[in-house]
Each structure stands twice: as structure tokens, then as C-alpha cells.
């Protein structure tokens, strides 16, 4: 199934959301609810639902539990994923933390850093290895998407190495643009131009 990235998101999103509500004896939901909770329409809701074969009842919503099932058939793969992050910095440690906690089919199995006081250790249970060990750790594990939290004048010169070991998709938090082959799905995080883009929204 093809979804537009922005659905994927907010699918994610819905899913997140629920997830806490997923132990109750039929649980429902109507798509304003969910729509508020998240600052969306109602409509984009449901056009995004019906996208992945989901209609409501008028009278009760949408089953909680079957709105996690689908979008976990949709959205996640039966295996799972193992992922790499390069970088073990402040934000290094927070990114690896925070998915450590999260439910989630996204496995982060290695983390690299050229700093030799992590090389040898485990970060929030990741084990860390030297960056030249790279291309041989992401082919053995099978490692198909990488997140970078390296420094930006570093970006560059990573990403080609985590390309030439067979990465997919990177997740990056740098700032750094990166010119990247069509095949691979790029996402940046750009905490500066979130932040810009605040201010606009709400200067007087």
C-alpha cells in the first residue's frame, strides 16, 4: 500500500495516542475527539482512516483496538526494523533514551561514535562500536535505517559511509542537507527551523 508521507505521520500519531486507551473492553472513539486531541480536522481524520480501509459507526466511532490493529498492519513491518544511530552526544543519548521507552517495532541494535571512552559500551542497552567498524556491524545485523545526531561539519562524510553499507532511510537531526539517491527516504529534524517556524505563527 502507498500512503503519502504526511499520512504515515499522522497515522503513527493516532496510534501513539490510543495506544493508551488499548486495555479497555470496547473502547471506542469518533474522529472529532481524535481530531482535537491532535489538532486536526475531523475530515483529515477520516480521509485518513478510510485510506487504510476504516469507516466509523455513526453511533460509536471507530473500535480503538481494530484502529491500532490496522494501522500496525499498515504502517509497521511483521519483523520489525533494526536501526542504527551515529553520534552518542547529548542528543545521541536523549534520541536513543527516548525510543529505549517507546513501543515501538523500531529496534535501535548499534550506535557509533569515534570518542574511545563510549567505543566498548552500552548506551541505554545499545551497545556502541568505532564508526570504522561501520559497514561490517549494519551488514551483519541487517540494519536498514540509520538516525545521524553527529556534529554538522561531520554529515556529509557519514551519510556516504551509511550509504555505501546499504542504509535505506535516515532520520537527520543534523541541520546539514544531504543530496541523497531518490531510493533513499530522507527525513531532517531541524530543531532551529521548527523553532522559526513558531515564531512566525505566533509574532503579533
Known amino acids: 500500500m502507498t500512503l503519502p508521507p504526511r499520512t504515515v505521520e499522522r497515522l503513527s500519531k ?23 486531541l491532535l489538532n486536526l480536522t475531523p475530515e483529515q481524520v477520516r480521509r485518513d482512516l478510510m485510506l487504510i480501509g476504516l469507516t466509523g459507526n455513526h ?16 504502517i509497521d513491518r511483521n519483523e520489525g526494523h533494526h536501526v542504527a544511530l551515529v553520534g552518542i552526544g547529548n542528543l545521541g543519548k536523549a534520541v536513543l ?5 517507546a513501543d515501538t517495532k523500531m529496534k535501535v541494535v548499534a550506535a557509533f561514535d569515534t570518542d ?32 545521524l545526531t553527529v556534529p554538522p561539519e561531520a554529515a556529509v562524510s557519514t551519510a556516504e559511509l551509511l550509504l555505501t553499507a546499504g542504509i535505506k532511510g535516515i532520520l537527520n537531526f543534523t541541520s546539514v542537507h544531504l543530496d541523497v539517491p531518490t531510493d533513499i527516504y530522507m527525513k ?17
Open 14 to 36: 493516532y496510534r501513539r495516542l490510543l495506544d493508551k486507551y488499548k486495555e479497555m473492553e470496547e473502547a471506542h472513539i469518533f474522529s472529532h475527539k481524535l481530531a482535537s
Open 59 to 74: 453511533r460509536r466511532g471507530y473500535s480503538i483496538k481494530a484502529l491500532i490493529e490496522r494501522i500496525g498492519n499498515t
Open 97 to 101: 533514551g527516548f525510543i529505549h521507552k
Open 116 to 147: 574511545e571512552k563510549k567505543v566498548n559500551t552500552t548506551i541505554a542497552g545499545v551497545p556502541c562500536f568505532e564508526v570504522v567498524e561501520m559497514d561490517a556491524i549494519i551488514k551483519r545485523d541487517k540494519i536498514r535505517i540509520a538516525i
Open 188 to 204: 531532517d529534524y531541524d530543531i532551529i527551523t521548527s523553532l522559526e517556524e513558531i515564531g512566525f505563527f505566533i509574532k503579533e
